[in-house]
T-cell receptor, first 113, second 113 residues
């Protein structure tokens, strides 16, 4: 059974600092996804990681995937207040052509001025 | 832009009522999903559908059923609502294939009293 664990679950940091959110998954997965959720809002797709060694960057966020270690990371560089949100990773397995996603618990990130 | 629309943002229902949550997507996606989101648990998959009239159980299907009579519409049904089904419900859709992310609706916060 595929399980996904994130850590930390809560993260409070200062603007300008760097930090990393970790996402471990328990069995082989086709794909790894990162989503952002603002309070009261839906989930917004950030990254889709398709293969071992994949690295994607968008602004101050960078995601990577190590399929051998079953680990993905979301690195935040020089954090700014606008990045405050809850971040979810999800591992996918393909069933009948649909990516069935198993989500981590989410990491609530608060960035203080 | 992909649009996934859920019929209600907030619902309050009584224990034992039959409840329908509706979701419509406008991008001709083959796959549609229903998740529930609870604090500390992330998102958990209830059911998904990979084609009209086709469905698969997710990780927590008990107490729920679904209907997909048309490609753009996916309904979640609570046959007899209970207080432990109080939650945020999120609908998502995606195209077939393993390289794509799912797009989420805005969510329905259901309270069963």
């Amino acid at each position: 059974e595929l399980k996904v664990e994130q850590n930390p679950l809560f993260l409070s940091m200062q603007e300008g600092k760097n930090y990393t959110i970790y996402c471990n998954y328990s069995t082989t997965s086709d794909r790894l996804y990162w989503y952002r959720q603002d309070p009261g809002k839906s989930l917004e797709s950030l990254f889709v990681l398709l293969s071992n060694g994949a690295v994607k960057q968008e602004g101050r966020l960078m995601a990577s995937l190590d399929t051998k270690a079953r680990l993905s990371t979301l690195h935040i560089t020089a954090a700014v207040h606008d990045l405050s949100a809850t971040y979810f990773c999800a591992a996918g397995s393909l069933i009948q052509g649909a990516q069935k996603l198993v989500f981590g618990q989410g990491t609530r990130l608060t960035i203080n001025p | 832009d992909v649009k996934v629309t859920q019929s209600s943002r907030y619902l309050v229902k009584r224990t034992g009522e039959k409840v329908f949550l509706e979701c419509v997507q406008d991008m001709d996606h083959e796959n549609m999903f229903w998740y529930r989101q609870d604090p500390g648990l992330g998102l958990r998959l209830i059911y998904f559908s990979y084609d009209v009239k086709m469905k698969e159980k997710g990780d927590i299907p008990e107490g729920y059923s679904v209907s997909r009579e048309k490609k753009e519409r996916f309904s979640l049904i609570l046959e007899s609502a209970s207080t432990n089904q109080t939650s945020m419900y999120l609908c998502a859709s995606s195209i077939s294939g393993s390289r794509t992310e799912a797009f989420f609706g805005q969510g329905t916060r259901l309270t069963v009293v």
